[in-house]
Structure formats: structure tokens, C-alpha cells
């Protein structure tokens, strides 16, 4: 079992920044890709940003040059720099991680954190 805590979270004018992070616990495991989702009130999950293990990076075209991805495999942790955040941006965070354990590669996802961006 793998668990995924998220950190960072809050409320910020429009303009500012947060910085998200994301620990993935456990045991016998290495992470393949991570990436962060966001969900707003009534709308579906989406991609906001997933990285490889080697560091290529993917973004959704809405954050592209304001938010930045970027990890740490030896601390099994993703981040999310996100600057010039929008009220668009207001959304529940979920970090995602594709794990190898021995034959198996299953996907976890983090508790979420909230992030607010007011105008």
C-alpha cells in the first residue's frame, strides 16, 4: 500500500502563488509518472500537470507558463509551483502517482487540497 499526502494548499488573491507538494509513503514500491488534477465545484477532474520519472514534463494548456512541475525521486515527492494563479484556478488538487510493486502498477491518488484564488 502507498499512501499520498498533500501539502500547500489555501486561499490567494488573483495574481499570487502557492506551492504544492506531494510525499508518497510506503514500502517496496518506485513511482513511475506523478502528476497533479484539479476538480472544481461541478465540473470533472482534469489534468493539470503530470511529469516522468526522468522529468519530462506535460501541462494543460491553461497553466502552461504559470505553473511548474517538478520532482523528487529520492524523497518519492511531486511539487507544483503555480504563480499568476486565476479564480479559474479555485479547485480541489489531487496528487496521482503510478506505482510499480513488483508485477503490479497500480495508480493512488492524494486526499486532495484546496486551493482558492480569489479576484
Known amino acids: 500500500q502507498v499512501l499520498l499526502v498533500e501539502s500547500g494548499g489555501g486561499s490567494v488573491q488573483a495574481g499570487g502563488s502557492l506551492r504544492l507538494s506531494c510525499a508518497a509513503s510506503?514500502?517496496?514500491?518506485?513511482?513511475?509518472?506523478m502528476g497533479w488534477y484539479r476538480q472544481a465545484p461541478g465540473k470533472q477532474r482534469e489534468l493539470v500537470a503530470r511529469i516522468s520519472r526522468g522529468g519530462s514534463a506535460n501541462y494543460a494548456d491553461s497553466v502552461k507558463g504559470r505553473f511548474t512541475i517538478s520532482r523528487d525521486n529520492e524523497k518519492n515527492s511531486v511539487y507544483l509551483q503555480m504563480n499568476s494563479l486565476k479564480p479559474e484556478d479555485t479547485a480541489v488538487y489531487y496528487c496521482n502517482a503510478v506505482v510499480i510493486i513488483g508485477p503490479m502498477i497500480p495508480e493512488y491518488w492524494g486526499q486532495g487540497t484546496q486551493v482558492t484564488v480569489s479576484s
Open positions: 510506503g514500502s517496496s514500491f518506485s513511482i513511475n509518472d
